[in-house]
């Protein structure tokens, strides 16, 4: 697909020729999952969704179906890719997910998003859903107050068809591996730190999305050559359309007017955030182990350079972080903005 | 003066019916006589279940049902069949409230009684003169009387603006009925039972319905523009609180506005999310032993309704984030505050950041653009906001840097600036009214005096800054600039840089203290011999100032440097 860049086909056919060989793949891919458990019956017309692909997760999961129950997502599309510490269990006993197994590479399947690609075509259509990863969760304005379904009411209401929620690293004060986390536990009770204003952004002018980056992983690992660094803009909720598809991760799609979440002429629309409970104690050893796999993003380079880091000693913690409180810090501190929903 | 107010209302139900079935209720405990008009759309079923749902309140009444299409005359005629109805069913009505299934009485109905007994014979009806006032938010004005709508714009909306465009090009305008003042306003209102029955019964009705029927959202003008003819006495505001965005969408109320919806004393609100269970429960507040005619106060509310649509609208100056991303020159503030650049003082003064830290409140940092590193105050390795200390890392995208900077400090920032740092951000500072620039140009020469390098590569380095700060110049001598600029040859500020300095300072800060002592200037000697072998090789140094060498050394020398 990357050849296409590179041939005079107009940028709108070209997206679209994009598009179709994206939903194509993905549909192509669907026999690379097993399905383990379908309780996709359940399924009602009008609930939000979450799509989620995981691996080792088991410590994690309780405290996000949790999270996100609360929140208002009704039903969880699990992908499993061979995890051997017990999660598949654990998930099949859930009353509310539906859970799809592989063992095919993250990488050969465009980290996953292939086979969530799938799930989306097959059941998220005509639905609000969420694709995230274990991680990460969300936090949008009044999330205190309001429900997921208010938020998507009102999006509807709008006329609008995603949400972004930018990728905000949290991370402890200490070392990374100084508390160790507890199954069920939140993770901002430990990793409650976060970078308040160094992102850099830039547009993209092809996909029309902006493209973020920055943060504490920018700050330590990336310093000589911040462009590698990771990318944060995130667009996971969508009222999905099965036309739609998943450009690069939940970074943007196609068609790309579902990335325009952003203003232009100076208001300020709404967004959220995804607080990324990467860095905790497990990190360590995922670092580790995601090294020796090889399956991520541009070589592992991220990894590497996290492995690197750590095992210097290093934390990302500094002087000018900023304590996690609440929503309502995320938007004076302009990283989230609750635009016109008062 | 009428002594007792007996209120009718009518209620227009669209969708979720079960909460308009609430709603009636409501009314109907308060001692109002409802009428309903469930829209022919709604299945039966639906309809059938609320009417049972009801059974047991015997004085509701439901209208004839009609297709109702939004910003269409059916609703109008919903609303008349309906009102016809109440009032020919109970002549004792006084008032006549129109609300929708989903406007959620806040305060007891028997409140809203006492109020109108308080105003007899006043209407309550929203109703701008549309030639005066531009009333509409989003949408169109006058036009809505004087062109053709066959077109749905729900269904068509691309039709419907080119429909439009196309009237507005071949100046296509209808006439109105004769003594007819348009005018517009909320679509709730509350009639005085005599205004509507002369509304109803007007003998040109025939004629009004028929303009009316191809004028665009009637709803909001048919009875705003008629009650102008009959009424005698018009309050023009509405009872039901109702506020729109700049799309012309309405607000909806949540949990979380329990408060400020409670402090606005408003009679009724429009609208509630339906899933917002804890308003639902809490209003409409149980009735006192004494009915409470109180106004509403909604100042709370709407201000937060102002500051909402400021928000989406303007946004935050200064901000750049995931969801607001102004284009150049749509920023609306360039920068969240003022700050200040100074340029040539580092080069003149080598102690000039520490001496201006004591002289300024603010943070005073280093050269913030400088090409090794970001020199914070004190030069942290993180600055504030976390933003990194390293060049690459600003330089990745330095305006991303200046306005978080500038946003996440509280107090005023102030850097040093000169031709050897980043020039990326030029423009965009020349450009901001929030930067205050001093520059003091040629003043980077002095260092190059006690270079211990070739002349060779210093005349290279000369010629490099020159054109740099040349550049520069033209940026800040363009007519585009709305930054508060003051340039200085370096000959005219050594010839009095005491006097300056106490200017520029009380510019930033107008109670600061006048300047008694300058910072230690950098050794100057040798400079006209410096720029003089300069020129002998062929480099004209011209940003140090016109006069004649003899004369700068005589400056120099009689500020005794």
Same mark, same amino acid.
């Given at each position: ?58 410590? %994690? ?7 996100? %129950? ?10 499993? +890719? ?15 997910? #539906? ?47 309001? $429900? ?49 204003? +160094?992102?850099?952004?830039?547009? +993209?002018?092809?996909? *029309? ?26 667009? $996971? ?29 100076? *208001? ?18 995922? #670092? ?5 796999? *090889?399956?991520?993003?541009? +070589? ?12 210097? *000693? ?27 929903? $008062? | ?29 308060? !001692? ?162 005599? &205004? ?43 009872? &039901? ?43 409409? /507040? ?28 303007? !946004? ?205 200037? /950098? ?39």
């Amino acid at each position: 697909m990357r050849t296409l860049e590179h041939l005079p086909i107009p940028g709108r056919l070209r997206r679209r020729i994009e598009r179709q060989w994206l939903i194509g793949r993905a549909i192509k891919r669907r026999h690379a999952l097993t399905l383990l458990t379908d309780r996709t019956r359940q399924i009602a017309s009008r609930d939000i969704l979450a799509f989620v692909t995981q691996r080792n997760e088991r410590v %994690r999961l309780p405290y996000f179906l949790d999270y996100y %129950r609360k929140l208002g997502i009704r039903h969880f599309l699990f992908v499993d +890719n061979n995890s051997d510490d017990g999660s598949t269990e654990y998930l099949c006993e859930q009353p509310d997910v #539906s859970l799809w197994w592989t063992k095919a590479g993250y990488k050969q399947s465009r980290f996953g998003m292939d086979w969530l690609g799938w799930l989306l075509f097959r059941y998220g259509h005509g639905h609000w859903c969420l694709t995230v990863d274990p991680d990460e969760f969300l936090v949008y304005p009044h999330c205190d107050d309001r $429900p997921l379904t208010a938020l998507t009411d009102w999006l509807e209401d709008s006329g609008r068809r995603s949400y972004p929620a930018m990728l905000l690293d949290m991370y402890p004060r200490g070392a990374l591996d100084e508390t160790v986390y507890r199954e069920g536990q939140n993770p901002f009770e430990i990793a409650c730190w976060f970078d308040p204003a +160094n992102y850099s952004i830039r547009k +993209n002018k092809y996909l *029309g999305n902006l493209w973020i980056q920055g943060g504490p992983r920018t700050r330590t690992f990336f310093s000589y050559d911040p462009k590698s660094g990771p990318a944060l803009n995130k667009i $996971p909720l969508v009222n999905w359309n099965r036309r739609y598809a998943y450009y690069s991760s939940t970074h943007m799609l196609l068609p790309r007017s579902l990335n325009w979440v952003y203003d232009e002429d100076g *208001g300020e629309m709404a967004s959220g955030c995804l607080l990324h409970a990467k860095f905790l104690s497990t990190f360590a050893e995922k #670092s580790a182990e995601e090294l020796d796999r *090889g399956q991520h993003y541009a +070589n592992s380079q991220e990894y590497r350079a996290y492995h690197a880091g750590l095992q210097e *000693g290093a934390h990302l913690w500094c002087s000018e972080s900023r304590e996690y409180h609440d929503w309502r810090q995320l938007e004076d501190l302009g990283l989230i903005s609750s635009g016109n929903w $008062p | 003066m009428i002594d007792e107010v007996r209120l009718g209302v009518v209620l227009l139900c669209h969708a979720n019916l079960p909460m308009a079935a609430r709603m009636a209720r409501i009314w109907a405990d308060g !001692g109002a006589r409802v009428v309903i008009h469930i829209d022919a759309k709604v299945p039966a079923a639906t309809a059938d279940k609320m009417k049972r749902e009801l059974s047991d309140l015997p004085g509701i009444l439901y209208s004839r049902r009609i297709r109702c299409n939004w910003g269409r005359f059916s609703l109008i005629e919903a609303t008349q069949h309906a009102a016809s109805q109440l009032l020919e069913a109970y002549p004792d009505c006084t008032h006549v409230y129109l609300a929708s299934g989903s406007c959620l009485p806040l305060r007891p109905i028997a409140d809203l009684s006492a109020f109108l007994a308080a105003h007899p014979g006043r209407d309550f009806i929203e109703s701008v003169d549309t030639n005066e006032v531009g009333w509409v938010i989003g949408g169109l004005n006058e036009e809505r009387f004087t062109l053709y709508f066959p077109i749905d714009w729900r269904k068509y909306r691309k039709l419907f603006d080119r429909c439009v465009a196309i009237q507005r090009r071949l100046r296509i305008r209808r006439k109105l009925p004769r003594g007819l003042t348009p005018h517009l306003g909320s679509q709730w209102w509350c009639l005085t039972a005599r &205004t509507l029955r002369a509304i109803l019964d007007d003998p040109r009705r025939d004629e009004y319905d028929r303009f009316f029927r191809r004028t665009w959202i009637p709803d909001e003008s048919y009875f705003q523009t008629l009650a102008r003819r009959h009424s005698s006495g018009i309050e023009s505001r509405s009872l &039901t609180f109702a506020r729109f965005d700049h799309r012309g969408r309405p607000y909806q109320a949540y949990d979380d506005h329990l408060q400020v919806l409670e402090e606005a004393n408003c009679f009724v609100a429009r609208k509630i999310w339906p899933g917002a269970a804890r308003l639902l429960e809490h209003f409409p /507040r149980p009735a006192d032993a004494t009915p409470d005619p109180a106004p509403p106060q909604p100042a709370n509310i709407e201000r937060l309704i102002a500051r909402t649509l400021s928000r989406r609208i303007l !946004g935050r100056p200064g901000l750049y984030m995931q969801s607001r991303f102004p284009r150049k020159d749509a920023e609306n503030g360039k920068t969240s505050a003022p700050y200040a650049v100074f340029q040539g003082m580092t080069d003149i003064f080598p102690d000039f950041e520490n001496w201006l830290r004591d002289h300024m409140p603010g943070d005073v940092h280093g050269h913030l653009l400088g090409p090794e590193m970001v020199e914070f105050a004190g030069r942290p390795e993180i600055g504030p906001g976390a933003l990194s200390s390293s060049a690459v890392v600003r330089d990745y995208d330095p305006q991303r840097f200046l306005t978080a900077l500038i946003r996440v400090t509280e107090r005023m920032q102030v850097f040093q600036f000169s031709p050897r740092d980043n020039q990326e951000l030029n423009w965009f500072m020349a450009t901001d009214p929030n930067a205050y620039l001093f520059v003091v140009t040629g003043a980077w020469n002095l260092p190059l005096l006690d270079m211990d390098m070739p002349f060779d590569d210093v005349r290279r380095i000369t010629a490099m800054l020159q054109r740099t700060e040349m550049e520069q110049l033209q940026v800040l001598n363009s007519v585009w600039v709305k930054a508060r600029v003051q340039l200085w040859e370096f000959n005219d500020f050594i010839a009095r840089p005491q006097a300056i300095l106490d200017k520029v300072l009380s510019q930033i800060d107008p109670d600061a203290n006048p300047v008694t002592e300058l910072p230690p200037m /950098r050794d100057m000697t040798g400079l006209p011999e410096h720029l003089q072998r300069l020129r002998n090789s062929g480099l004209h140094p011209h940003l140090t100032g016109d006069q004649p060498i003899t004369k700068a050394s005589h400056i120099l020398a009689r500020n005794n440097i």
